[in-house]
């Protein structure tokens, strides 16, 4: 069955500090992925889609970058965060005839 | 670009009571999903739904795509129904998912 696995599930990191969130899809080959935040409030945000390894869109101009180093792995970097980088990452892919599935986020807090 | 509205913004009901919940998108759209966010954070995919009409178990949605709107219904509802209830499309390349900015739902015991 497909799977999709997110870590960690919190972090603190105090500004300034780099950022390595990792995403990574099981059962499925070559999938579209996908990085959201969740700000305060509710709306999401989509921030970046890979179609491919190496294959990255930005959606939103920001302090963040992501890259796909392997089929089945995406990751969300920063090199010096942001008070504002505070929320909630959400990773997604999509499968044919059922649409998203999210993993279960990782709430970062920047102090 | 695409504009998602969903209402009403909150909600609270009385366990038992039923409801709908609205999704109006401004522009064609490939396909809509319906999301519950529970009080954990987890997006949990309900309904996969471009028209017509679908249902699971109390849950219910339908798609009016030439209308340009969806509605979630919740029949007899529990107190684990409570969370944040998304709307999203399907728009544009890339198969993009567009939010709106949800209703939050609490049931009363």
């Known amino acids: 069955s497909q799977t999709i696995h997110q870590w960690p599930a919190t972090l603190v990191q105090p500004v300034g500090s780099p950022l390595s969130l990792e995403c990574t899809v099981e059962g499925t080959s070559n999938p579209n992925l996908y990085w959201y935040r969740q700000a305060a409030g509710r709306g999401l945000q989509l921030l970046f889609y890979s179609v491919g390894i190496g294959q990255i869109s930005s959606e939103v101009p920001q302090n963040l970058s992501a890259s796909r180093p392997q089929d089945r792995q995406f990751i969300l970097s920063s090199k010096k965060l942001l008070l504002s980088d505070s929320g909630f990452y959400l990773c997604?892919?999509?499968?044919?005839?059922?649409?998203?599935?999210f993993g279960s986020g990782t709430r970062l807090t920047v102090v | 670009g695409i504009q998602v509205e969903q209402s009403p913004p909150d909600l609270i009901l009385q366990e038992g009571a039923n409801s709908t919940l609205r999704c109006n998108f401004s522009d064609s759209v490939n396909n809509l999903q319906w999301f519950h966010q529970n009080p954990w954070g987890q997006l949990i995919n309900l309904f996969y739904?471009?028209?017509g009409t679908k249902q699971n178990g109390r849950l219910s949605a339908t798609t009016v795509a030439t209308e340009r709107y969806s509605l979630l219904y919740i029949s007899s509802s529990q107190t684990t129904d409570s969370g944040v209830y998304f709307c999203a499309v399907f728009y544009n390349q890339g198969g993009k998912l567009i939010f709106g900015q949800g209703t939050e739902l609490s049931v009363k015991p």
């Open positions: 997604a892919w999509i499968l044919q005839g059922y649409g998203y599935t």
């Open positions: 739904i471009p028209s």
